[in-house]
């Protein structure tokens, strides 16, 4: 979601400092009283301008679905985890064969 526009922060700005109840503002350009007060209070704290949004990190094991698939394939049942070569945690791990509707199970029916 892109930041709000600065003519957008300047206008509700302008309503709250001409004594507008943030609800009433809030009511006016379609939005929720704490997102009023929030730029309400950014000029007091002395930043004008939206923040800078942040990239999250990427996924760990992304670009090794192949090599996740064939680990599987060759031990179902062993730990992947170790043969990966990538230091993950198992809350990395599980997801990410989730995702690629792997099962590290057994399953004698499959064979």
Known sequence: ???DSMDLRSRVLADRVSGRASKDV???YRGSRSW??????????????????TKFRGRRLAGQEDRLRALVAAQPDREIRAAIGVAVALSTLWP????????????????
Do not use: F, W, Y
Request: glycine content about 2%.
């Open 26 to 28: 809030a009511a006016t």
């Open 96 to 111: 990410e064969l989730d995702r690629l509707n792997l099962s590290v199970k057994k399953n004698r029916t499959r064979h």
């Open 36 to 53: 009023v007060d929030r730029i309400d209070q950014r000029p007091r704290a002395g930043e004008d301008a939206p923040r800078k949004q």
């Open 1 to 3: 979601m892109a930041p």
